[in-house]
T-cell receptor, first 110, second 118 residues
Framework: SQQGEEDPQALSIQEGENATMNCSYK?????LQWYRQNSGRGLVHLIL?????REKHSGRLRVTLDTSKKSSSLLITASRAADTASYFC??????????FGTGTRLTIIP | GAVVSQHPSRVICKSGTSVKIECRSL??????MFWYRQFPKQSLMLMAT?????????EQGVEKDKFLINHASLTLSTLTVTSAHPEDSSFYIC??????????????FGPGTRLTVL
């Protein structure tokens, strides 16, 4: 399976702290994307990083990509209760299809 | 922008019946639409990819006769679960890529449909 793995599977932190989640994948990619899913809802696109990029920022989000290690990380700074959700990385191999990772369930404790 | 809707949001049906789920791109024309299935606390698994006016491409292991996909226009795709059984109960999510954007590798997701087969 080409499905990526995310680590940790679950993460609980205090509000205001930073949250870091990692994604590893198996084959060369065109780009890697991060999505958020609130319980029982659809996915919201957060950020896309291309294979020739190493770091990208969007608001409180910071994504890094290390193609030599086939891994990516998502950092959420100054977490808020509203950040509680599941976060998925998804890899694109050059066509339009995405392969989703196993997900990290993030809980922000007020 | 880039809003995708799904209808219905929840459906409960009896075993053996067929259920149709609609996926619409509301403010853009979709190059491609995708159908995913998600079991509780698990990741999304791609079921099929559909392009307007052509037959859907199904992922390995997905029964095309059971999960019928019709992509009749650039803004509408439907998934019909035929002769549904309890094991088909799941969360079905569609997504679409926007043909009007320079890069079409970002997918915009619908809110999902919770199917429960009794």
């Amino acid at each position: 399976s080409q499905q990526g793995e995310e680590d940790p599977q679950a993460l609980s932190i205090q509000e205001g702290e930073n949250a870091t989640m990692n994604c590893s994948y198996k084959t060369s990619i065109n780009n890697l994307q991060w999505y958020r899913q609130n319980s029982g809802r659809g996915l919201v696109h957060l950020i896309l990083i291309r294979s020739n990029e190493r770091e990208k920022h969007s608001g409180r989000l910071r994504v890094t990509l290390d193609t030599s290690k086939k891994s990516s990380s998502l950092l959420i700074t100054a977490s808020r209760a509203a950040d509680t959700a599941s976060y998925f990385c998804a890899t694109n191999f050059g066509n339009e299809k995405l392969t989703f990772g196993t997900g990290t369930r993030l809980t922000i404790i007020p | 922008g880039a809003v995708v809707s799904q209808h219905p949001s929840r459906v409960i049906c009896k075993s053996g019946t067929s259920v149709k789920i609609e996926c619409r791109s509301l403010d853009f024309q979709a190059t491609t639409m995708f159908w995913y299935r998600q079991f509780p606390k698990q990741s999304l698994m791609l079921m099929a990819t559909s392009n307007e006016g052509s037959k859907a491409t199904y992922e390995q292991g997905v029964e095309k006769d059971k999960f019928l996909i019709n992509h009749a226009s650039l803004t509408l795709s439907t998934l019909t679960v035929t002769s549904a059984h309890p094991e088909d109960s799941s969360f079905y999510i569609c997504s679409a890529t926007d043909r009007g954007r320079r890069f079409t590798d970002t997918q915009y997701f619908g809110p999902g449909t919770r199917l429960t087969v009794l």
